[in-house]
């Protein structure tokens, strides 16, 4: 949650787009358009972006093979205490319990700019209890977010996939089981789907 958000009920995020490879810095953009234009040309690096707060971004995103939608989330009264340790650090008046709950509800249902649609769409869910950001980042790693087989399914999951949208366009439930369970995807049959692709 932006626990620095003002009372006022707002879009959590600003108009811009940014995107990181790292700690060293990153780049913003207007629109998502040229975002996926620049991070098209350079597919091959790691790119993390933090501001997803509409719909049509989440779907322009989603269409790209590799893309991770991450969801890092904490229980209230851990988020509260972190807000307001940080508010004293910074010198600054910490919202009460029932303020900081309201705007929690504002930033997940706002009708206008609630992100609790988009956050049930994400791949990984994690919950974060520990107050050590380094004790974070190692728990990010163990998941190996960046294996490509997370991004990219095998050819088990493949076919299988395939199989599950064929049996959903059927008329019966039985021949759906059916069609599911008996979609067994050989090698010569995954060499032959790749023969198909490359237009061989």
């Known amino acids: 949650m932006t626990e620095e958000s003002t009372s006022e009920a707002q879009p959590p995020y600003p108009g811009h787009l940014a995107v990181s490879e790292d700690e060293r810095g990153g780049y913003s953009f207007g629109t998502i358009d040229s975002l996926l234009d620049f991070v098209t040309k350079r597919w091959q690096e790691r790119w993390v972006m933090t501001e997803i707060w509409d719909e049509s971004i989440l779907e322009s995103l989603s269409r790209r093979p590799f893309f991770l939608l991450v969801s890092i989330n904490a229980p209230l009264g851990l988020r509260w205490k972190r807000s307001k340790d940080r508010c004293e650090r910074n010198h600054q008046i910490a919202p009460a319990l029932e303020e900081f709950v309201r705007r929690d509800d504002d930033y ?93």
């Not at 088990?156 to 049996?167: E, G, I, N, T, W």
Request: proline share 1%; aromatic share 6%; net charge neutral.
């Open 108 to 200: 997940l249902y706002h009708q206008a700019f609630g992100l609790a649609s988009l956050i049930d769409r994400a791949e990984v869910r994690l919950i974060n209890t520990t107050s050590c950001l380094q004790r974070l980042h190692e728990t990010l790693d163990t998941l190996d977010l960046t294996n490509d087989e997370r991004l990219r399914p095998n050819w088990d999951q493949y076919f299988m996939q395939l199989a599950s949208l064929a049996a959903q366009r059927s008329n019966s439930q039985v021949i759906a089981v059916r069609r599911v369970s008996s979609r067994i995807a050989t090698k010569e049959a995954a060499q032959d789907a790749m023969a198909v692709k490359e237009g061989v």
